[in-house]
């Protein structure tokens, strides 16, 4: 081989090296950067997938602590780090969380949303960041946004409830509904489920129908002053059991718990403790720690390579009354 040659396929060798060379960290680069811009532009870490965060709507309601604590512990279990946010039912609190987790980088969130609609965004920013986010038993509205939603059979619990509602009310009667949180579907869900079935008997009139924002102390309050209006209804349709126990209590105050039947729904150990002891009519269980362990395991499968999640995974509910209260209690059915 002459000089001349050997030079020639020195500098061709050396190119092609630096081509793979080139090719090689330019898909390294590609893998490890976050998808948003603004986030890789803000130095956000990259998410680490041994952290879980668990961002809850609120902890002042007993339901939703069980709720995240046995999606927090369902996620311990499976070998992650895992943090509780409460969002305390404010907005603006819930967009600093995802602010924070995005920035701390935490490799996945189980989401129990503010509103359906004005969370959308917080969860779009996370999965451009990278993280996949399950939401828990409230609804947001969007199919491209979260990996995938596990929600409860609203609607048809409360069509369940509703024939329930007319079988121990009768066909005719008057009654009061307090509605949910405005922004949130379960309220909504609920809602078209009951009137569904009870607005086919003309002679059951809904003669109020007013937000109590699922919280005890507000359905308390709510309830005492319509029944200045309405003193002699028949019964309240609550949407949730926290609003159920406060027209309990709202009734008792004003000697009416004998006579006026109440309906919850969500399955509350102190409201399935109440319709066992005859207080509370029924309510429908809607078991949030099937919810929260499913959402902790499909992010645990998200981890470990499954891409393929239903956008939405009902969860079956059932009513609960006088006749079975005997089988449900801790948020579930009895072993």
Partial sequence: MNTRLFSQLASSCGRLLLLLCGSASALLFSACKPSDPAVAASGAPAPNSTRVAVVVSTLNNPWFVVLAETARDRAKELGYEAVIFDSQNDPAKESQHFDNLVAAGYGAVLFNCTDAEGSIANVRRAKAAGIPVFCMDREILANDAATSQILSDNYSGCVALGEYFVEQVGEKGTYIELLGIVADTNTWNRSKGF??????????????????????????????????????????????????????????????????????????DDVVRAIAEGKITATVMQFPKVMAQTAAENADRYFKGQRDFPQRVPVTVELVTKDNVHRFGDYGRKP
Avoid: T, W
């Fill in 195 to 268: 009137h569904s079935v009870v607005d086919r008997f003309p002679g059951l009139k809904m003669v109020a129908q007013q937000s109590a924002d699922f919280d005890r102390s507000r359905a308390l309050e709510v309830l005492e002053a319509l029944l200045q209006s309405h003193p002699d209804i028949d019964a309240v349709f609550c949407g949730n059991d926290a609003m159920a126990m406060g027209a309990y209590q709202a009734l008792l105050a004003a000697g009416k718990a004998d006579r006026v039947k109440v309906f919850g729904f969500d399955g509350a």
